[in-house]
Each structure stands twice: as C-alpha cells, then as structure tokens.
C-alpha cells in the first residue's frame, strides 16, 4: 500500500480516515495515549491504493491484534478542525470520515501494542455515551445509544471565524 491519504492544501490539509465502531453491551472502544488529552475512535488513515474497508480492518487489527470483518458503514464524517501537535498545530484539518460498525467476536480479548504517527503508546479504554471523558467523534455519545443499520452522514465544523 501507499502513503497515508493526507495532502496538504493551502495552510491547510485534508486526511482521509477510517474509524471502527466496537460494542459489546452499551460499551464501545476507544483509544487513548499519553500526548492527548482525549480519546479517539480505533482506526486512522486510509493509505492510497486501499479501500476503506480494507482500512479499518487493516487499523483494527493494528490496534487491537484482532482480525474483524466489518459488519455494515454506519457514518460518513466530514469535519472541520484545529491540529493539535507538530506539523499540523492550529493548522485547520478537512478530514472525511467512514466509520464501520464491525462484527466483534463472542471471545474479542483486545491487546494495543500501537503507537501514534509520533511514538506514543496507545491504550484501549471502553467507554459508555455516560462517560465522563473528552472522547471523539462526540456524535457517538448520541448515536450509539441506538446504533441503526443505515448510513449517516454526519458534520462537524469546528473552524474560526467562518
């Protein structure tokens, strides 16, 4: 496969992402790391010449050391940030979402030996839409309390000064 799907635009960049919905009860997962604040969803960049399925199975292996099967995409996420270290710091960041609700299996037993672009060690923390942590994207605090089988198309739109 190629490079990460990121171009650099003007002062800006657009990232083509990936992002995998893992449940089990009212639970999903989450990843973490020691730079941030915050979590995010298991998954990360499409690299070029791949499909977006082949991206999130290819992310959830590398994250969790388990193959999955993608069950069904769930949301389609355009959104509109800040960067929040090195190259692309306050850099504003286009970013094209597809997150797949996967297929978990009945022994799932996850084990993170990723790290972030940059070295840090990553973590998996299961989450609730109760949960009292800054965790991305925040549409699923809503929308996974009653996940459906179609697709949306969800916006997010975090830029100054519009």
Known sequence: MGSDCTVKIDDGFINIRVGAIIMRDNEFLMVGNERQDYLYSVGGRVKFGETAEEAVKREVFEETGVRMEVDHLGFIHEN???????????????????????????????????????HFKEKLVWVTAESEVTYYPEFFRTELKNPQNYVKHMVTDGRKNM
């Open 80 to 118: 509109f940030f800040y960067g929040d270290y090195e190259k692309k710091k306050d850099r504003l960041i286009y970013e094209v979402s597809y997150f797949f609700y996967m297929k978990v299996p009945n022994d799932f037993k996850p084990e993170c030996k990723s790290t972030t672009d940059d």
